[in-house]
């Protein structure tokens, strides 16, 4: 790896984003970033604790927003939601176009309005600095944006899916690349 990229959710520059994808530069996370993660994720346990109705997260998607999800199927229906995107084809994307993608997305988290919580982001950034790239099909769906596309990180990210570790293409297995936690 080549440099290293503080990702503080605020200012990653284009520079910033072709030192991780094309020179394999690792990434850190900021502290501030890391405050503004905790701060939104505290904002979505106070909507589930309080059994407000959050679209996609304590509500169904779609034409079924009336339907709760029940705090002990919200795990199922996340990886349900995660597997249900995921339905880009095509060839591959290179990796460099997989670690951009990546990196601005770890970016996007770190501003520290998605609640995702921090551990998402750890693992995000320990692919990145391990060389994980997951296999993102080329063409996702028009009017999704990029949420077919990074369904495909999603999915890596819990062990489903497919990765390339070193040119070699590999089920993907979760948190058990070097460096994850």
């Given at each position: 790896?080549?440099?290293?990229?503080?990702?503080?959710?605020?200012?990653?520059?284009?520079?910033?984003?072709?030192?991780?994808?094309?020179?394999?530069?690792?990434?850190?996370?900021?502290?501030?970033?890391?405050?503004?993660?905790?701060?939104?994720?505290?904002?979505?346990?106070?909507?589930?604790?309080?059994?407000?109705?959050?679209?996609?997260?304590?509500?169904?998607?779609?034409?079924?927003?009336?339907?709760?999800v029940e705090p002990e199927d919200a795990a199922a229906f996340s990886l349900r939601t995660l597997r249900g995107r995921a339905t880009a084809v095509g060839e591959p994307l290179s990796p460099e176009l997989v670690r951009a993608a990546m990196?601005?997305?770890?970016?996007?988290?770190?501003?520290?309005?998605?609640?995702?919580?921090?551990?998402?982001?750890?693992?995000?950034?320990?692919?990145?600095?391990?060389?994980?790239?997951?296999?993102?099909?080329?063409?996702?769906?028009?009017?999704?944006?990029?949420?077919?596309?990074?369904?495909?990180?999603?999915?890596?990210?819990?062990?489903?899916?497919?990765?390339?570790?070193?040119?070699?293409?590999?089920?993907?297995?979760?948190?058990?690349?070097?460096?994850?936690?």
């Open positions: 790896m080549h440099g290293r990229v503080r990702v503080t959710g605020r200012d990653l520059a284009p520079a910033g984003v072709a030192a991780v994808a094309r020179d394999g530069a690792a990434v850190e996370l900021d502290d501030g970033a890391r405050a503004r993660m905790l701060a939104s994720r505290a904002v979505v346990a106070c909507a589930l604790d309080a059994g407000t109705p959050v679209y996609g997260l304590t509500t169904a998607l779609g034409s079924r927003v009336g339907e709760r990196v601005v997305r770890l970016n996007g988290l770190c501003l520290g309005g998605a609640g995702v919580s921090i551990p998402v982001a750890d693992a995000l950034a320990a692919m990145l600095n391990a060389g994980v790239h997951p296999v993102i099909p080329r063409s996702g769906s028009v009017g999704a944006a990029d949420l077919c596309l990074l369904a495909h990180v999603g999915l890596a990210l819990v062990g489903e899916g497919e990765a390339e570790l070193g040119g070699e293409r590999l089920p993907a297995c979760g948190r058990c690349w070097p460096g994850a936690n």
